[in-house]
């Protein structure tokens, strides 16, 4: 039995855990939503059997996924509105996001705004800029979900 009069001993402190490290960022994702994933060849067809309405509807969007996540960039509404009234300068911002968007995850860029010199080439041109276009945002998204 023990002897009531004898001090109890106090209780030792837990040692603090130990601080995990962070885990690591996924390849392009710097925080906002994964945008969605378009295959290049339906984005060409679809662009052409609506004589370029489906163009703009595809600019929006694209815009709008890269500032949706990387905060960054010029958004949905200005990049369309930038497509219809002088659309040659998308040819060389859009890119240029994208780029910008792999080089802030710490990766090479894929594409960069000179690419949109491909467009001055009639038709075989701008197919090559889409192709390169959508499969780096295609790249993005995948690695980032």
Not at 41 to 53: D, K, N, P, R, Y
Not at 98 to 113: C, L, S, T
Request: hydrophobic letters at 45%; proline letters at 13%; glycine letters at 12%.
């Amino acid at each position: 039995m023990s002897d009531p009069t004898s001090p109890t001993p106090e209780p030792q402190p837990a040692p603090p855990p130990a601080a995990a490290p962070p885990p690591p960022a996924p390849a392009a994702r710097s925080g906002g939503p994964v945008g969605k994933v378009r295959h290049p060849a339906a984005v060409i067809i679809f662009s052409i059997i609506t004589l370029g309405i489906y163009f703009l509807f595809w600019t929006y969007f694209v815009f709008k996924d890269l500032k949706d996540h990387t905060g960054d960039g010029i958004g949905g509404v200005i990049g369309l509105v930038i497509a219809i009234v002088i659309s040659p300068v998308n040819w060389f911002v859009l890119p240029s996001e994208i780029g910008n968007m792999y080089a802030k995850a710490g990766q090479d860029k894929p594409v960069r705004g000179v690419t949109g010199f491909w467009n001055l080439i009639p038709l075989i041109g701008f197919i090559i800029w889409i192709v390169k276009v959508q499969g780096a945002m295609n790249r993005a998204w995948e690695g980032a979900a």
